[in-house]
C-alpha cells in the first residue's frame, strides 16, 4: 500500500531534551516537505527537500532541521525543542513540486 | 511572495444545499493552486488543483474550484452538501516566480460544518 509513515505518533518529552520525528514513503516520491499545524494558523512549512540531499527552508525554519540521505526517509529533528515547538506535524510527498501530496498521519509533540 | 487568505473561519451549511469555501490569493508570477481537505482525526486528503488551462477543475468527492485570475480567487463549491462533508479544508499557493520553487504556502482552514 502507497503510504507516508511517521513515528512515533505522539511524543511528550521536556524542554531540551533532543528528539527525532522519522517520515517514510514508499512511492519512489522525489518531493518530501515537513508542516506544523497549529489551530488559527493552519499548515506551516518547516523544511523541504526536492531529491536526496537537496533541502531548503519553508516559512519555520527556526528550531528544526532535517536531513534527505536517502529518497525514501526524510526525518525532522528537534536539537533543543522548546513549549513553542507544542504542535501537530505533518510529512508529506509528491512526484513533484506541483503534484498532489501524500500526507503522512501525523505526530503530536508536546513539549514540556 | 506568495500568501493566501482563507477569510471565513466557518462556514454552516444545510445538507443539500450548496457549498462554498472561499480562497484569494497573493502571487509574484503565476499561482499554482490546491485544495486539501482534512477530516476529523485523519490526515490531509488532496481535493484539486490549479496549474494551467480551464479556470474549473473538478477534483475529487464532487467538489469543484473556479480560478478567477482578476479576483485573485480560488473557491472551492460543491453542489450539494452532504454531512460526511463536513471536515476542515485548506486553500494553498505556489508562486511560479520564485527562488524557493518547493515552498507552499496554506490558508489558516475553514471548518465546514454541515447540518442534517
Known amino acids: 500500500e502507497a503510504q507516508v509513515t511517521q513515528n512515533p505518533r505522539y511524543l511528550i518529552t521536556v524542554t531540551g531534551k533532543k528528539l527525532t520525528v522519522t517520515c517514510s514513503q514508499n512511492?519512489?516520491?522525489?518531493?518530501m516537505s515537513w508542516y506544523r499545524q497549529d489551530p488559527g494558523l493552519g499548515l506551516r512549512q518547516i523544511y523541504y527537500?526536492?531529491?536526496?540531499?537537496?533541502?531548503d527552508k519553508g516559512d519555520v525554519p527556526e528550531g528544526y532541521k532535517v536531513s534527505r540521505k536517502e529518497k525514501r526517509n526524510f526525518p525532522l529533528i528537534l536539537e533543543s525543542p522548546s513549549p513553542n515547538q507544542t504542535s501537530l506535524y505533518f510529512c508529506?510527498?509528491?512526484?513533484?513540486?506541483?503534484?498532489?501530496?501524500?500526507f503522512g498521519p501525523g505526530t503530536r509533540l508536546t513539549v514540556l | 511572495a506568495q500568501s493566501v487568505a482563507q477569510p471565513e473561519d466557518q462556514v454552516n451549511v444545510a445538507e443539500g444545499n450548496p457549498l462554498t469555501v472561499k480562497c484569494t490569493y497573493s502571487?509574484?508570477?503565476?499561482?499554482?493552486l490546491f485544495w486539501y481537505v482534512q477530516y476529523p482525526n485523519r490526515g490531509l486528503q488532496f481535493l484539486l488543483k490549479?496549474?494551467?488551462?480551464?479556470?474549473l477543475v473538478k477534483g475529487s468527492y464532487g467538489f469543484e474550484a473556479e480560478f478567477n485570475k482578476s479576483q485573485t480567487s480560488f473557491h472551492l463549491k460543491k453542489p450539494s452538501a452532504l454531512v460526511s462533508d463536513s471536515a476542515l479544508y485548506f486553500c494553498?499557493?505556489?508562486?511560479?516566480?520564485?527562488?524557493?520553487?518547493?515552498?507552499?504556502?496554506f490558508g489558516a482552514g475553514t471548518q465546514v460544518v454541515v447540518t442534517p
Open positions: 502571487v509574484s508570477g503565476n499561482p499554482y
Open positions: 508529506a510527498s509528491s512526484t513533484g513540486a506541483l503534484s498532489l501530496q501524500f
Open positions: 490549479y496549474i494551467t488551462g480551464d479556470n
Open positions: 494553498a499557493v505556489r508562486d511560479s516566480q520564485t527562488d524557493s520553487w518547493g515552498k507552499l504556502q
Open positions: 512511492m519512489n516520491h522525489e518531493y
Open positions: 527537500s526536492m531529491n536526496v540531499e537537496a533541502t
